[in-house]
């Protein structure tokens, strides 16, 4: 079994989640609207995909704060052609992101993550994984609180 291997932990405070909610469960829906923010200049960070569900779907996405009103204004424009049903946005996000080998053959690292947002009394609101990071969504106003909750739950602040 691989050791684990925390090399670091990362957050990031200006980013903002972008929702769109009921857009068509078809091919190319995703092309067409991360096309249309592409050819605008809009970076995106993290895209999470909801299961399907009668037909529907829905996608969420992380921007950069500076970028929301502009995304917004886009997406509502081309809402219909878009397929899209629902947006919802929030800002004021941060993203917390532990970095490191050895976190897909080693059973419970993420459960360590959670725990330490559990124990510190902080939310997430979306989480993202690969095979050597995990990154979780959080309200803005906690970061420094998980970031010094990750540290001590990792034993990496000794």
Do not use: W
Not at 48 to 55: A, C, I, K, N, P
Not at 73 to 88: A, H, P, Q, S
Request: glycine content about 6%.
């Amino acid at each position: 079994m691989e050791k684990i291997s925390i090399s670091g932990v990362t957050a990031d405070k200006n980013i903002a989640c972008i929702s769109v909610i009921g857009i068509e469960d078809k091919p190319g829906a995703a092309f067409r609207i991360f096309s249309m923010l592409a050819r605008h200049n809009i970076n995106i960070d993290i895209i999470l995909q909801s299961v399907g569900r009668e037909g529907t779907k829905d996608i969420s996405f992380t921007i950069a704060q500076d970028d929301v009103s502009k995304a917004l204004k886009l997406l509502e424009e081309r809402k219909e052609n878009l397929t899209i049903k629902e947006m919802k946005h929030k800002e004021d996000v941060a993203k917390i992101s532990i970095v490191g080998a050895g976190m897909m053959t080693n059973p419970g690292i993420a459960v360590k993550m959670f725990e330490s947002f559990y124990n510190s009394g902080i939310n997430i609101n979306m989480i993202s994984t690969s095979e050597i990071r995990i990154t979780v969504f959080i309200d803005e106003k906690d970061t420094d609180k998980a970031l010094l909750a990750v540290h001590d739950g990792f034993g990496l602040a000794e």
